[in-house]
């Protein structure tokens, strides 16, 4: 057996690097996996037995948006599911509405979605299949949307996310992993998933981006250019680190002193505010939002800003706080 577990480390490199990232999450604990029925998360499931995880529960969600061929992935997880043994959780969405695109729709339902499991197996950790694919598309999506910061455009491989009065431990294990090798990991195990046929739409901005993009600014540069975005993303996350460890305290507090966050660097201005306006769990706040507020620091005739869903913040008596609807 420990011969096998050598032949397959040397096949598949890159299984040390996801066993050594799995090392922080504690394999006697019980664990939710993100399984949509697709090679990255079916993957994700064969290998984290594989690492010593087994106290495992399948999480699948049905956006119903691809009609039977979401039907058909759901009943494929649950087989699936059932002739490995694990618990199952699933559920259908019957109305997909929330504020914002269909993709932050989408998005808010799963957090809702694994809160309920979490709470259901009284667990708080969930296992993720993103990959380093995922992580480069994601980085040039949120860049070239406009985000706060290279480390705020890139998927973290850890993350905690607050559903209402539940704190998700969120993990991403396959990270550092290239879509090419969990395909081929996936062939060399003859492992049975299913295709997503909205992957090769050219309506959806992420796939514009995989097929069309990317491809083309390597033709331009003549040469690949994602091992080297995978670098600056790791760079950013480095140095977001440390300026993370410069942030006072003072973004946990209800309130935000003007004068005392008017004396640090504009670099940390821009990051307390935007913990502070996490803190107070105000979402969907860019480079925008956080310039805005921050203006209350300076120009003093102007007392208050709009920030999304109806929030206000305004600065009294030398000090900024937040009004929301109602008050």
């Known amino acids: 057996m420990q011969s096998e577990h050598a032949d ?36 994700l499931l064969h290998l984290l037995p594989m690492l010593g995880f087994r106290n495992l529960v399948v999480c699948h969600l049905n956006h119903n948006l691809r009609g039977a061929e979401s039907r058909d992935d759901s009943k494929f997880v649950s087989r699936l599911a059932r002739r490995l043994g694990l618990p199952l959780h699933m559920e259908t969405l019957t109305d997909l509405r929330g504020i914002g695109s269909l993709e932050a729709a989408a998005r808010e339902a799963r957090l809702q979605f694994f809160a309920r499991a979490a709470e259901n197996f009284s667990t708080s950790s969930i296992l993720l299949a993103h990959h380093a694919d995922d992580q480069i598309e994601t980085f040039l999506f949120n860049l070239f949307r406009g985000t706060g910061s290279l480390d705020n455009a890139a998927i973290k491989a850890e993350s905690q996310v607050a559903v209402g009065s539940q704190t998700l431990l969120i993990h991403r294990p396959l990270l550092q992993v290239w879509k090419h090798e969990i395909c081929n990991f996936a062939a060399a195990f003859r492992l049975k998933f299913r295709e997503d046929s909205t992957n090769v739409s050219r309506q959806i901005t992420r796939n514009r981006l995989r097929h069309d993009l990317i491809p083309e600014i390597e033709k331009l540069m003549g040469r690949p250019i994602k091992r080297a975005l995978l670098r600056t993303i790791e760079v950013a996350a480095d140095e977001s680190e440390f300026l993370r460890s410069l942030v006072p305290a003072m973004q946990n507090q209800p309130e935000l002193d003007a004068r005392e966050l008017r004396k640090l660097p504009v670099a940390i201005q821009r990051r307390t505010i935007h913990g502070w306006l996490r803190h107070q769990n105000i979402k969907d706040c860019g480079f925008d939002e956080i310039e805005a507020v921050r203006s209350l620091l300076d120009h003093l005739h102007i007392a208050k800003t709009n920030l999304p869903r109806d929030v206000f913040c305004r600065r009294r008596a030398g000090r900024l706080f937040l009004q929301f609807p109602g008050d």
């Open 8 to 43: 397959i480390a040397i096949r598949f490199p890159w299984l040390d690097r996801v066993n050594a990232v799995s090392l922080n999450y504690p394999r006697q604990e019980r664990h939710l996996v993100g399984v949509s029925g697709g090679v990255d998360s079916r993957v």
